[in-house]
């Protein structure tokens, strides 16, 4: 018998258990362990809550959850309640799938100030994502300011953009939803450092953007290279330009309340303010070797929200080695040292779909078992409960998310998949009901 530990229920975290059932079928015991009473991770939180067609791929984690080989063992911390090296004594390998939840710095003066978001706390806020549920965003000036142009910034623009109406079908909290009602953002300039075709925004995400009820997307046909370059671009890359090329071409936009501006070749170099974000300071820049060179000229974005959708970071883990510059684990193909190992973007940082974890997930599955072989004996779950018994470690089960699960569903406001809670008292209090 084989005992794994999963560090993380998100997809690498779910992708993973699925591979090790495949590979060992009977013959393994998987328990999955997240900090969150709630499971799926970015799904749930991270996902944007008007994409629920991608939410949709938790069904299939779902399947792997209520095999009897494998547990959910939520509200613990790894690294807290319990250490690593606990871990590892109890389970032959333990598997890292912990993601990137924390914001890349810009390092820039002014990003400490008011109303200057990374976008994990900022996607997290509209997701219900208890650690930024209480965010609380002032959406009341005229202009907001997104730096980054990847998918993240396309969702968060999309979010700042859309009308009530919009929201319909989304899962998108109850805290959200009001007070997005009543922002006054009337335009979103989305900040590239580099150019149209550095772009890292994938096309069925940026065409939505042409098909909003109250927005228009806008590009200065003056940044676009000549068309005839799009050919050298892969498939995907040349689709997403080509809506750059429709947003340029369109009619200014006249019969919209909202503009959504793409400022490319635009770093930022401040944020300017006294008691909260007042201004973007930024730099013209220009493409040398493919990367973004700054010409010395400025200008000045008045911007009273600022969200920095650069990029993400692996959290740390007491005695678990980090590459502080890659923002990961320090790991050769997942292997981090004898019996603990890392999968998803906790091995390779904040890159690919959410598919991109599945093979991921049956790689790192591969790797344990040429390393683990039939299993050492080790105490594995009972072992685990034990140790969670005498600490006082009361933890939740599968079971008890489901029943989370149908509370939430039936608190929905009409239109609604599911309203979350959104504070982890209020997880816990669903469980302990009966
Ligand atoms: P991303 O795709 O890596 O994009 C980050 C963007 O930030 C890039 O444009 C990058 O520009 C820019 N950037 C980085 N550092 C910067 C700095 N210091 N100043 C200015 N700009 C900076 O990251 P993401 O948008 O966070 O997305 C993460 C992953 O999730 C991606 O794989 C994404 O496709 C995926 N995702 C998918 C969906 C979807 O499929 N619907 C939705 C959301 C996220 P450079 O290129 O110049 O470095």
Not at 342 to 349: D, I, M, T
Request: some cysteine; charged content about 25%; overall charge negative.
């Amino acid at each position: 018998m084989r005992h794994i530990a999963i560090v993380g229920s998100g997809p690498a975290g779910y992708y993973t258990a699925e591979a090790a059932l495949k590979q060992w079928s009977e013959d393994v015991r998987v328990d999955i362990f997240d900090t969150l009473p709630v499971p799926f991770g970015l799904i749930r939180t991270g996902v944007a809550p008007d994409h629920q067609s991608i939410k949709g791929v938790s069904r299939r984690y779902e399947t792997t959850a209520l095999s009897e080989n494998v547990r959910f063992v939520g509200n613990v911390t790894i690294g807290k309640d319990i250490a690593i090296a606990e871990l590892q004594d109890l389970y032959d390998a333990v598997v890292l799938a912990t993601g990137a939840p924390n914001d890349k710095k810009m390092g820039l003066p002014g990003e400490e100030l008011p109303n200057v978001f990374g976008s994990a706390s900022f996607v997290g806020w509209y997701n219900g994502h208890p650690h930024f549920a209480k965010l609380d965003p002032a959406l009341s000036h005229d202009t907001a300011v997104i730096i980054g142009n990847g998918n993240v910034a396309l969702d968060v623009a999309r979010i700042l953009a859309k009308s009530q109406e919009e929201f319909e079908g989304s899962d998108i909290v109850a805290h959200a939803l009001s007070a997005l009602d009543a922002s006054q953002i009337r335009r979103i300039v989305i900040l590239g450092r580099r150019g149209p075709h550095q772009i890292a925004m994938t096309p069925k995400e940026l065409g939505e953007l042409g098909k909003l009820a109250r927005a228009c997307p806008h590009v200065d046909a003056g940044d676009l290279p000549d068309e005839a370059e799009d050919a050298a671009l892969d498939p995907g890359q040349r689709k997403s330009v080509g809506h750059l090329r429709t947003f340029a071409a369109a009619e200014p936009c006249a019969d919209h309340d909202i503009a959504i501006e793409f400022d490319f070749f635009a770093s930022p170099k401040a944020i300017l303010g006294t008691e909260r974000a007042e201004e973007v300071e930024v730099e013209r820049t220009r493409l040398e070797d493919g990367k973004a060179v700054g010409t010395g000229e400025t200008y000045r974005i008045p911007a009273g929200l600022v969200v920095a959708c650069i990029g993400y970071q692996t959290s740390k883990i007491p005695d678990v080695p980090y590459d502080d510059k890659a923002g990961h684990f320090a790991n050769q193909e997942g292997r981090i040292a004898p019996g603990l190992y890392c999968v998803g973007w906790a091995r390779r940082g904040p890159t690919g779909t959410i598919g991109t974890n599945r093979p991921d997930g049956f790689a790192i599955v591969e790797k344990v078992a040429e390393d683990i072989g039939e299993g050492s004996g080790k105490a594995g779950r009972p072992g685990f409960d034990a140790l969670a018994d005498s600490r006082g470690v009361d933890y939740v089960k599968f079971t008890d998310w489901q029943k989370i699960n149908e509370a939430e569903i039936a608190n929905a406001r009409e239109g609604s998949p599911r309203e979350k809670f959104v504070a982890v008292e209020h997880m816990i209090d669903v469980v302990s009901k009966d």
